[in-house]
């Protein structure tokens, strides 16, 4: 991958200058779809924006230094690693990457869910400390799905390269591994059914409840960010078409992507938070079966 | 699947959601904004005084008596309603309008006392009803009474009695002097 290549990846697409729009129309998507589906109006389209925008005008509360120093790194953090991780999409196939970039993309999407837990502790309200808490136990618990899928799918292609990957795993581990993947988007992405790290009815916004204004901003940005990045993931795994014109793939992308969001939205809607044991029995149980099932796959077919 | 159903539904549906300025249809004996029908009120202050939230205030003056009621601190609790002795207060059926500023919906009433129909000065108002409730047979002599001034009705009063005690002391000493 040249500098070039990598710098357009990272600022142009599927980086700052698509995402951050399309995060916004994802939260927008899912705001309004939810609405719907409730009876309600929802939002205009231009919502999110009008709230990034607004926040970002207030003014922080002031805090201790250091307090206040991590509460503003963190929600950089976690914007900064989404971000690396979408600049990593391998979109277009021949776009490069490089040996281990799978790796590293692992590593870039679980900076935000880190940085939630850290955002919960530091900020030191009780609410805080209980969506901090829950978010961990629950990325512990998808962790074991999504890993096992994503090395399932290497194992399947012979190789750590995303884009070698998204082209060569063949469909009887893919399947199974797509299927961990999307059980694991509603627990990364903090909705229905498994939303109780944020379940606004007991604990507010569960580890980011203290933050406000700016902060909270580049939050709900980061948030928006894991959307774009974790449902590109998944459409880029889920259409291998090599030999498609590029035009055609960015198309698809986009249209798998914003697909995803309005089921997840859609599941959303129609189920109820599971509590935290529960939430995490079917990660335990069903998601590792699926992602077990795609390792066995992998291994075993000739 | 009972909610695959209903969300469906509601997805065809058009939203419950009422835009503005449509409304929900208040409740028969809904509690609105509080109403001062300044003939009948006598302006007691009762209304002042059982308001908890103080937005009714009522200051007396020589001539008249500023009534003055503030929706924006209103409870809509209704008790200065149920207490008026005049039945001046009335609630709205209805929401308020929207207003953008505490305060644009305040009223201010003035009640201006009635002149005193023998020496002029203003006289304290009174209301028919009232009138009803503390004695059941009025008379002429009465009625013209209620109409005066505190003086004028003290003054009234003192000639009436002196006349009743001399007629009587007359009455007396004529028995007497027989
Ligand atoms: S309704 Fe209640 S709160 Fe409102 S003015 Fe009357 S006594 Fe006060
Ligand atoms: S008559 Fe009624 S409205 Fe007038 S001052 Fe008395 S309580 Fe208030």
């Not at chain 1, 940085?115 to 900020?123: I, M, N, P, Q, W």
């Not at chain 2, 200051?59 to 002795?85: I, Q």
Request: charge should be positive; proline fraction near 7%; glycine fraction near 8%.
């Amino acid at each position: 991958m040249t500098v070039g290549r990598a710098l357009f990846q990272l600022l142009v697409f599927p980086g700052l200058l698509y995402a951050v729009p399309v995060a916004w129309l994802m939260l927008w998507m899912e705001r309004k779809l939810t609405a719907r589906l409730q009876g309600r109006i929802g939002p205009p389209f231009y919502q999110p924006f009008f709230d990034f925008v607004k926040l970002l005008a207030k003014r922080p509360l002031p805090r201790p230094p250091l307090q206040a120093l991590a509460m503003s790194a963190l929600p950089v953090l976690a914007v900064a690693g989404t971000l690396g991780a979408l600049a990593l999409l391998p979109v277009f196939p021949h776009s490069g990457g490089f040996t281990g970039d799978l790796v590293l993309l692992v590593a870039l999407l679980e900076i935000p869910p880190l940085c939630a837990v850290l955002a919960g502790f530091v900020s030191r309200s009780i609410y805080g400390e209980l969506g901090a808490t829950r978010e961990a136990v629950l990325s512990i618990a998808y962790s074991l799905p999504f890993l096992a899928a994503l090395v399932a799918l290497a194992a399947a292609a012979n190789s750590l390269s995303l884009s070698v990957i998204s082209q060569q795993a063949m469909w009887q581990v893919r399947l199974p591994a797509l299927l961990a993947l999307a059980l694991c988007l509603p627990v990364k992405l903090r909705v229905n059914p498994f939303s109780v790290a944020n379940a606004e009815q007991e604990i507010y916004a569960g580890a980011t409840t203290e933050f406000e204004g700016p902060r909270l901003a580049l939050w709900e940005l980061a948030h928006g960010l894991e959307w774009v990045a974790l449902t590109g993931l998944w459409a880029v795994l889920a259409f291998p078409a090599a030999n498609a014109a590029w035009p055609l793939r960015a198309v698809v992308f986009v249209a798998i992507s914003l697909a995803l969001v309005l089921v997840l939205a859609a599941v959303a809607a129609a189920t109820a938070r599971l509590k935290l044991a529960q939430a995490a029995r079917v990660y335990w149980l069903w998601g590792s079966a699926l992602g077990v099932l795609a390792m066995v796959v992998a291994v075993v077919w000739p | 699947m009972n909610i695959l159903g209903l969300i469906s539904r509601n997805f065809r549906r058009d939203p419950a959601t009422y835009r503005y300025p449509e409304r929900h249809v208040p409740a028969t004996r809904f509690r609105g904004i509080v109403r001062n029908d300044t003939a009948k009120c006598i302006a007691c202050g009762i209304c002042d005084h059982v308001c908890v939230s103080g937005a009714i205030v009522v200051v007396g003056h020589d001539d008249h008596c500023d009534w003055s009621y503030d929706p924006g601190r209103c409870t809509f609790c209704g008790r200065c309603v149920d207490l008026c002795p005049g039945e001046a207060l009335s609630q709205d059926g209805d929401r308020a309008p929207t207003y953008a500023r505490s305060g644009d919906l305040a009223q201010g009433e003035q009640i201006t006392y009635p002149a005193c129909p023998e020496c002029g000065l203003p006289a304290r108002p009174y209301n028919e009803r009232l009138l009803m409730i503390a004695h059941d047979d009025i008379s002429p002599e009465f009625r013209e009474r209620i109409k005066l001034c505190e003086r004028c009705r003290r003054r009234r009063s003192q000639t009436v009695l002196t006349k009743g005690l001399g007629g009587a002391a007359d009455t007396e000493r004529n028995a007497d002097g027989a």
